[in-house]
């Protein structure tokens, strides 16, 4: 990592001295990369098993504000989203594409920031970098990242294989990530009126790293394989519970109740909600960004996900004919309101 | 394909209801893809072979400037040079995502305009469409996508095989792109200037079908295989010929002289650059985005190779220490310049 006072142009270096640059400190750890940075493609080999490819694409001013997020942490957090849609096959994630495009407001040393946070979640999660592209942008930063995973054939989890008594979890809890956004976003607004105001994020440790550090839930699935669960559906949660459990009652032909008072939340977000005045729950069905499992096992697998507490059943599924409840606290039943290209359009 | 009249706005139909809409004509042809679009991410099976990834980026007002070009066009070349890259390592294309980032702009019929181009490139290649991400940016249009290719372990192609005394090998022929490039900002400067001038465009058709709608040449490794040929290392032209054949001498630890004479250019491409003052050496060695193949074979395949329409025998590969040259019709040997970065910064 460079001194962080030099600024260097991109320009200096160019495009391929740029790569060179970003990707030396790169090594690849999995078997199944055979050749990775540093031709037209990558070649990888999955002879025993089939392959999960998943892709997002992050711009600036929608998805993310350099404003309050470091660059380190958007890398991390681009690299982390994609994880966990391979985990949400019930897959191992073990490589990834990078292509960011820049506009000329970036220095070489804003871009290494960017592939520190990139390079953090591949060693963390044993994930190798083997391609992209560096290009240039007109406006902004935007960050498009390929992940590539593997799962034994019969392994696979789809989001279609829910069945009416199944049993509807969460792993961790919801609305954090939310809740940490509307923090972030109010001290900001702070600190636009008076740049001498100190941001008051004392406190909210949790919800602040659930916002700019989500993790993907890559150990909820080798705890699937620890308890011998195979989820009949699963999804991950990064438009919210809300959006999320309908995409899995639709795919799967069926509906389901979801108990209010059962959704997990952390003694923070209900906190800040209080503090901001907002409802808690509201964070929880369409705040999104928890990055959470959602999914749905048998009920012959209660016993085995009762006691786990990665683990919280919120509801049960049912014939689609009784629709998609949200069961409130006092028992009267309210449809679920859909949620579309939400995500990402306040943030 | 929607009423050309009708204007639709993206948040009319949502997120997942454009999703829907844009992927309801795509089929999957392919054996190895399982799952395509539809769920967190898709599957893929690729037992028999070894998988070949690639991924590109590209922003509007850098790598293309819809005054002047049709949005069909865009779609097919944004998957034309992807599939191109594939290629390059002596690999079939098999499946792409796509992921666009979309400013208010543009309506849903625009994008479907976008995706129409996608699927033209998609059922000319045989290749499927398996997922991507379709959101929002504040300015501009942004499209990334991944190509997914399969070949045998045994036949890849790297950059990095060339030895001393291989002939290298170009496709096609070069410079045709960047003089059509060069034609339509011409046009588009007079139509600025008076929007009741015709475009005259009038017999440069291969030059604007050059820039406008390149084909990854797909055709040549089955031309490959037919003539039993593996080339010792092989890389497309994306850059300039000049830059690709720095690449190849780099990886391969090589040097070469490359004969002037001998680089293919069109009829049109020659006219165009005369009509304009351009040296059409410039276009063919630093223009770019022709995507023809350049290639090394051992002398031994010279007559294999000699008499095939589709190659242009232009130079030989030297020990390292002769250096990279161009060597002028004079016979004077000219180390070749380096070009970096250049790639869309002026397009």
């Known amino acids: 990592m460079g001194n962080k006072n030099t600024r260097t142009s991109i320009s200096e270096l160019g495009e391929f001295g740029l790569i060179d640059r970003l990707t030396q400190n790169f090594t690849t750890k999995n078997g199944s990369t055979i050749k990775g940075v540093g031709d037209d493609a990558a070649i990888l080999e999955y002879r025993e098993k089939q392959v999960v490819i998943s892709t997002d694409l992050l711009t600036e001013g929608v998805h993310f504000n350099l404003m309050y997020v470091p660059l380190k942490h958007l890398g991390y957090k681009a690299v982390a989203v994609n994880l966990s849609d391979i985990c949400a096959m ?28 990139i390079q953090l979640a591949c060693e963390k999660y044993q994930v190798d970098l083997v391609g992209g592209d560096t290009t240039s942008s007109l406006t902004g930063l935007t960050i498009s990242i390929t992940a590539v995973g593997e799962v034994e054939k019969d392994e696979i989890v789809y989001r279609s294989g829910a069945k009416p008594n199944d049993l509807l979890c969460v792993s961790g809890d919801l609305g954090g990530a939310y809740m940490g956004l509307q923090l972030l976003e109010r001290e900001n607004e702070v600190f636009k009126v008076n740049e001498n105001m100190q941001p008051q994020l004392v406190g909210y440790d949790y919800i602040l790293e659930r916002q700019l550090k989500p993790e993907p839930r890559a150990d909820i699935i080798s705890t699937f394989r620890k308890l011998g669960i195979k989820p009949s559906s699963m999804i991950d949660i990064s438009d919210g519970l ?18 209010e008072d059962k959704i997990p939340m952390d003694f923070q977000t209900k906190k800040m909600a209080e503090e901001l005045s907002i409802n808690p729950l509201v964070a929880a069905l369409n705040g999104g960004e928890d990055y959470e499992l959602l999914f749905t096992v048998p009920l012959d697998d209660y016993e085995k996900i009762k006691n786990d507490p990665d683990f919280t059943i919120i509801g049960h599924m049912t014939e689609a004919s009784e629709g998609i409840n949200l069961v409130t606290a006092a028992g009267s039943a309210i449809p679920l309101q859909a949620q579309g290209w939400n995500h990402g359009a306040a943030k």
Request: proline share 2%; hydrophobic share 35%; charged share 15%.
């Open 90 to 117: 019930n897959a191992t994630p073990r490589q990834i594409t990078v292509s960011i495009a820049l506009s000329g407001k970036f220095s070489v040393e804003a871009v290494e920031e960017l592939y520190s946070g």
């Open 242 to 259: 809300s959006s999320e459990a309908m995409h899995l009652c639709k795919s799967s032909g069926v509906g389901c109740n979801l108990f």
